[in-house]
């Protein structure tokens, strides 16, 4: 079965950037669309951003313009986060398919 693994976050100060990355165990990411999702602690899971096979992205409004999703190739995924708010903080996933990451926690200080 495919894996997804997620890295790159950590605690970052309000203003600065992560860049997190999704790394698939096969070569996924070129047969379906990706999406980057995240959950904060008593909110409900929010689609961030999602890149197509075709490499077009959509992403929530609340991201929108500090946010990038792109894809390296068929086995990674990337999302470059800039201008990081506090509301920012959450636990990170990756997916695709019907597949997800383990989620990695992204924290944002004040």
Known sequence: ???????????????????LSCAASENIFSLNPMSWYRQAPGKQRELVATISMTRSTNYADSVKGRFTISRANAKTVYLQMNSLKP???????????????QGIQVTVSS
Request: glycine fraction near 18%.
């Open 1 to 19: 079965q495919v894996q997804l693994v997620e890295s790159g976050g950590g605690l970052v100060q309000a203003g600065g950037s992560l860049r």
């Open 87 to 101: 509301e920012d903080t959450a636990v990170y996933y990756c997916a695709v398919a019907k597949l997800r990451g």
